[in-house]
């Protein structure tokens, strides 16, 4: 992959956490993580993966491994 490449995987993964980050947020000011626990640790879960994703393509971005 070019660096434009892994920049673009980088921004596209921004866009996800940022829309998990929000849906994560209605879910804890309506109480609804104590009311559907498991879609709660679904968002966690697709957050978490999302972060380590974006921290791989910038690592191979920038050369490191």
């Known amino acids: 992959m070019t660096g434009l490449d ?6 596209e993964l921004q866009a996800v956490i940022d829309d998990t980050q929000h849906t994560i947020e209605r879910f804890e000011v309506t109480g609804m993580e104590a009311e559907m626990p498991e879609d709660y640790g679904k968002l966690l879960a697709i957050l978490n993966d999302a972060v380590t994703q974006q921290r791989a393509h910038t690592l191979a971005m920038l050369g490191k491994p």
């Open 6 to 11: 892994h920049q673009l995987v980088i921004d």
